[in-house]
């Protein structure tokens, strides 16, 4: 894959991004048809190493990380295609039956968008409609490690995370690592009502807000009493306006990461606020 494909911020805080909107084009042409193969070969060309599969498994090789590499069928931390144990020595080895692999078995005319980081891999993908993106049809995934993390130390694992929305309701859903060593998946406290959810998005001391449209970091949730503050998806932002999914909005405010970029595009909903992702565009105001 070469430019314009792929875009990269280098420097301490490197992400590269998957698709691309400009002034005269709605979506890059060639994002159109993305699949699982084109996936692995994007992630590790970014981190010069395997550290992706062909069948989804996927380990971030970060400082605080101890997993040998390259990456096999039998070690790593995430996994796209199964939650099921294999190897008990991995502490706190996630893995779930949804994510990016659902993305490459969507049918044909799917347009793709994602950002990857060397923390966390975010990806959306909108039905295609002529030279348009249909709304009514997109499916959003990101896994990986939380910003800002509430566990630290040998506890780290329980800082993983993988989320999911989507315009089909029985597929939004999202958590994390029970406990160390542990294979079971503690569901986060997302929206799933017709209004907002009083728990999953009251506001907590750490977040910072856009004045005028109270955009904040994306802070997730345990499900369970007390309902604890995990810590923060890295490139995504949560906002109370109504923007629509696939639309490109400009944040002037609220940059939780350090990245000198202000466009983000709609990728799914939490009931009466809209999630928005990191997207690179060019000669757009």
Not at 38 to 50: K, R, Y
Not at 116 to 122: G, I
Not at 210 to 239: C, F, M, Q, W
Request: glycine share 8%; hydrophobic share 35%.
């Amino acid at each position: 894959m070469t430019l314009p494909l792929i875009n990269e911020i280098t420097g301490t805080n490197r992400i590269s991004f998957l698709g691309w909107k400009t002034n005269n084009l709605n979506y890059s042409p060639e994002s159109v048809g993305f699949d699982g193969t084109a996936l692995s070969i994007w992630v590790n060309n970014f981190f010069g190493q395997t550290v992706m599969t062909n069948v989804g498994a996927l380990t971030f090789p970060t400082s605080f990380e101890s997993l040998p590499l390259p990456v096999t069928s039998i070690n790593h931390r995430f996994n796209t295609f199964q939650f099921s144990s294999t190897n008990s020595n991995q502490a706190g080895q996630f893995m779930t039956n949804y994510g990016v692999a659902e993305l490459s078995l969507h049918e044909g005319g799917q347009i793709y968008w994602g950002v990857l980081s060397n923390t966390n891999l975010s990806l959306f993908s909108i039905r295609k409609n002529g030279e348009n993106m249909d709304n009514s049809s997109y499916f959003f995934s990101s896994i990986g490690w939380l910003s800002n993390p509430l566990y630290s130390g040998s506890a780290f694992p329980r800082n993983a995370y993988c989320l999911f929305l989507s315009s089909r309701s029985n597929l939004i859903g999202g958590g994390r690592p029970s406990a160390e060593n542990s294979q079971i998946l503690q569901s986060f406290q997302i929206p799933t009502g017709t209004s907002a959810d009083s728990i999953a998005n009251y506001p907590i001391a750490c977040q910072a807000a856009t004045p005028g449209a109270n955009t904040t970091e994306l802070y997730l949730r345990d499900n369970i009493s007390p309902h604890k503050a995990i810590g923060y998806v890295p490139h995504l932002l949560k906002t109370n306006l109504q923007i629509p999914v696939g639309q490109i909005y400009r944040n002037t405010g609220i940059d939780p990461d350090g990245i000198n970029m202000h466009t983000w595009i709609c990728v799914g909903r939490f009931v009466s606020e809209s999630i928005l992702m990191r997207a690179w565009t060019q000669g757009l105001l």
